[in-house]
């Protein structure tokens, strides 16, 4: 099993462009969660989805759009990107809601905005 | 809202034992985890606590009090490889279901000869 993969793994974009990140997780986890991680800061949640074709804000959900069309996959768009949404970004799944269920993550995009 | 605190930076040395602490504020915990991050890599999942107690796994421990609001992570017989930040997270009952978990800034561990 591969886990959680996420593509693209490095990408620079100008302000204004706008790019889609993907994420995917052979695990038939339910639950899958995009994150933000700054110096500083903390794993940040963007948007999570409870289940295919469901989507909900996280903390920091402005600016970002997402989709779950399959239960496998969860896009994160960035649709006018802005050097603030410089990060480095985390998708993680989860099997079901049971507290104990840990989240498995991705290796991570890194994003540059100029 | 929520307030999860740990120590920014902290080093040891190797074979020892370190314990790093969390404390929290919040409504609602339904659990507390903790992860471990290695530099450009992704976090992978340490220990997971719900009720008060220790938990051992290994070289690792987690130890929870829920009325406290803290929790501290136990690595004994340290090794050059512990050096990595140790995330805190706190689950919390939400609406909208999911396991959503709120991190702490993490704790840059560097293990020294």
């Known amino acids: 099993n591969a886990g959680v993969t996420q593509t693209p793994k490095f990408r620079v974009l100008k302000t204004g462009q706008s790019m889609t990140l993907l994420c995917a997780q052979d695990?038939?986890?339910?639950?899958m969660y995009w994150y933000r991680q700054d110096p500083g800061m903390g794993l940040r949640l963007i948007h999570y989805s409870v289940g295919e074709g469901t989507t909900a804000k996280g903390e920091v959900p402005d600016g970002y759009n997402v989709s779950r069309l399959k239960k496998q996959n969860f896009l994160l768009g960035l649709e006018s990107a802005a050097p603030s949404q410089t990060s480095v970004y985390f998708c993680a799944s989860s099997y079901s809601s049971d507290s104990n269920n840990e989240q498995f993550f991705g290796p991570g995009t890194r994003l540059t905005v100029l | 809202g929520q307030n999860i605190d740990q120590p920014t930076e902290m080093t040891a040395t190797e074979g020892a034992i370190v314990q790093i602490n969390c404390t929290y504020q919040?409504?609602?915990?339904?659990?507390l985890f903790w992860y471990q991050q290695h530099a450009g890599e992704a976090p992978t999942f340490l220990s997971y606590n719900v009720l008060d107690g220790l938990e051992e796994k290994g070289r690792f421990s987690s130890f929870l009090s829920r009325s406290k609001g803290y929790s501290y992570l136990l690595l004994k017989e340290l090794q050059m490889k512990d050096s990595a930040s140790y995330l805190c997270a706190v689950r919390r009952v939400g609406t909208g279901g999911g396991n959503k978990l709120t991190f702490g800034t993490g704790t840059q561990l560097k293990v020294e000869l």
């Open positions: 919040t409504s609602g915990f339904n659990g």
């Open positions: 695990m038939n986890h339910e639950y």
